[in-house]
């Protein structure tokens, strides 16, 4: 039986229809290609991100944009921008979202981009510690992995103070108080974690607040005596900046290890207190 014409002019218009809407998405989308959305609307944009792909997408956009600014509208731009980075990595209801605005926290302050780097300190400090509740239960916790991830970025930020071409002056160089809520983590930390918390504190100038020498104390003095040799080659720069004697001793022990790594580490870091 033939069809009738109602039938297939309606199949005609609902095809037609189809055919116009793929245009005009592909329309829509050359538009925004040729005329790039202001850098307000991609602030909002950012705000509203659902996913890492979406929320690095719209972070590409933004960075072009900034650099054509002047310095005073690129200074309020990159705040509002780090203002939205953080509330995705502090009140994100994804995992993988969080980490991804954490990582262009990291970006921006490696790349000397972030006028107060310890309020990125802070943030990440702030987002490792708020995931610690059910970590140690279970190794492989999706939260034990985040909040890795946050302790490696945190240690990824020190870089831009580094000798030779240091990003920020060593007035910019965050204060031990924000480092203070790692330091309990310490207690119940497995030998990752361990790894990622000494090499942040072994990056401090100094580890005699009592906030963070009560907690890392025994464990640098486990280190320093411990059957692998790399603990106690990573150990010496942090015993000789905690005001110890046990740490002094220890110290002092380790320029005699079997190891020569150790006994050369321990020797430079000997140095350090002397010098201190």
Request: glycine share 2%; hydrophobic share 45%; aromatic share 8%.
């Amino acid at each position: 039986m033939s069809q009738s014409t109602e039938t297939l002019l309606f199949k005609r218009t609902n095809r037609l229809n189809i055919i116009m809407q793929q245009f005009m998405h592909g329309f829509r989308k050359i538009t925004s290609f040729l005329s790039p959305l202001p850098l307000s609307e991609l602030l909002i944009q950012l705000e509203e991100a659902t996913s890492p792909a979406s929320l690095n997408r719209i972070v590409n956009k933004i960075q072009p944009i900034l650099w054509k600014q002047s310095s005073k509208e690129q200074s309020q731009a990159r705040k509002h921008l780090l203002n939205v980075l953080t509330h995705h990595v502090l009140q994100g209801e994804d995992a993988a979202l969080r980490l991804e605005a954490a990582g262009w926290l990291r970006l921006l302050v490696q790349a000397g981009l972030v006028a107060q780097p310890q309020e990125i300190f802070v943030t990440l400090v702030t987002a490792a510690v708020s995931t610690t509740q059910n970590c140690y239960k279970d190794l492989n916790t999706a939260s034990r992995k985040e909040q890795l991830a946050y302790l490696r970025l945190i240690f990824q930020c020190f870089w831009p103070f580094r000798y030779p071409y240091p990003a920020f002056s060593w007035q910019l160089f965050p204060a031990n108080d924000a480092f203070y809520p790692l330091a309990s983590l310490l207690t119940e930390a497995d030998y990752e974690m361990q790894d990622s918390l000494i090499s942040i504190f072994a990056e401090l100038h100094s580890l005699d607040d009592v906030e963070i020498s009560r907690h890392l104390l025994p464990v640098a003095l486990q280190w320093a005596s411990d059957i692998d040799p790399e603990r106690r080659r990573r150990i010496p720069n942090v015993l000789a900046r905690l005001n110890s004697s046990s740490a002094d001793e220890a110290l002092a022990q380790l320029q005699s290890d079997a190891d020569p790594i150790v006994r050369k580490n321990a020797k430079s870091a000997s140095g350090f207190v002397r010098r201190a």
